[in-house]
């Protein structure tokens, strides 16, 4: 566990609880995203956050509008990502792709792309299975999909990982003298050849300014725990018990080492969290009241569980699991926005600065240094 815990906050448009688009000065239109996107980034980035996380949905329907809204219709994470690359300077940015119904050559392009654009703050979040909307909307069989979801996520990464190798970090060498602008030696194939993904390479983007994106991966499943343990930085798993936090994360590390990883690379955990924030605890028991009263009758969506309190009692209850070693952070999910995110910022941040958990700025540039990760090694150099 480092010194100080990780802080994503996940960003949803429409806010993250179902009834959060219907509370005073929420944001409700779909069609401000881009003006959304670009505050909540400003204030995530202002209070220190080592992440803005974006996830995925790849289907719609009418029934969301009650049980997750924020899926009825938002921007393609990846452009969410690019777009934001240029109105931030420190924060990292996580997008999320479904290894299921994206092409490898494709992401590696994308995300090597991205990475250099925002001098190395990119994140790539694995969605890994099926849904029979997703399915029919790509062509798909999803029995086969959600049979075969797992071993093609294992393939993808390992494919994905030799194509951001495919140029050194040097290769490059621009001696205008010899007329020489790439050295062919530092230039390498991927050939990759695996069950469920083929890619031959190299990679017409240049390796990543981290070297490697950093991986996170959502899900506690036994595959879940797998991919993130031999290939993955971050789980990013829901647990509402310490306990239960604790023994996860102490059985993700094991997993890793027995797979011959560094200790100093071992996955962490980072658990989502849904606070209600106000001045007092009184206001925000009624923020809380508010918002629950405002779900919509029948609603047959698990309600999120609130984390519900002023600054001071929220930093204390994430204190003490992170003290406790039951996780390395959190992801702040804002039950509307903007007012929860800037109110999480400003109330409990410093909590957390002051408690001595949470740095008070920024120590790196890239995604990689946030994470307290090392820049990787070449495959090719490995070999």
Do not use: C
Not at 33 to 62: C, H, M, N
């Amino acid at each position: 566990m480092g010194e100080h815990m990780i802080l994503g906050a996940a960003f949803r448009a429409l806010g993250a609880f179902p009834s959060g688009w219907r509370m005073p000065g929420a944001e409700r239109l779909p069609r401000r995203e881009p003006q959304v996107l670009v505050k909540a980034a400003k204030i995530a980035e202002r209070a220190g956050f080592d992440y803005l996380y974006f996830g995925d949905w790849l289907s719609t329907g009418p029934e969301l509008e009650t049980t997750a809204p924020h899926l009825l219709a938002r921007v393609d994470p990846l452009s969410a990502v690019a777009f934001l690359a240029a109105s931030t300077r420190r924060i990292g940015l996580l997008t999320s792709i479904n290894t299921t119904y994206s092409e490898v050559y494709s992401i590696a392009r994308q995300t090597a792309s991205i990475d250099l654009l925002s001098g190395g703050r990119l994140g790539l979040n694995l969605h890994v299975g099926a849904n029979a909307p997703a399915a029919a909307n790509y062509g798909k069989d999803v029995e086969w999909d959600r049979l075969n979801a797992y071993d093609r996520a294992f393939e993808f990464v390992d494919a994905l990982r030799r194509l951001w190798d495919s140029w050194d970090d040097d290769a490059f060498i621009a001696d205008a003298s010899a007329g020489q602008l790439a050295e062919p030696g530092r230039v390498h194939p991927a050939d990759y050849y695996g069950r469920f993904v083929q890619t031959a390479g190299p990679l017409n983007a240049l390796r990543p300014v981290q070297g490697a994106v950093p991986i996170t991966h959502t899900g506690t499943s036994p595959r879940a725990h797998e991919l993130v343990a031999t290939r993955g930085n971050v789980a990013i798993a829901d647990f509402e018990d310490a306990a239960q936090a604790f023994d996860y994360r102490a059985g993700l590390r094991a997993a890793a080492l027995a797979a011959g990883r560094d200790p100093l690379d071992a996955p962490a955990l980072v658990i989502p969290v849904l606070p209600v924030v106000a001045e007092t605890p009184e206001k925000a028991e009624a923020l809380a009241s508010e918002l629950l009263a405002l779900v919509a009758p029948g609603t047959r969506a698990r309600v999120p569980s609130l984390l519900v309190g002023d600054g001071p009692a929220v930093a204390a209850r994430l204190e003490a699991w992170f003290r406790s070693g039951a996780v390395d952070g959190f992801q702040i999910l804002s039950a509307w926005m903007p007012a929860q995110l800037e109110a999480f910022a400003e109330l409990v941040v410093p909590e957390l600065v002051a408690r001595g958990v949470f740095r008070s700025a920024y120590a790196g540039r890239t995604l990689r240094e946030h994470l307290g990760l090392r820049h990787p090694i070449s495959a090719y150099a490995l070999d």
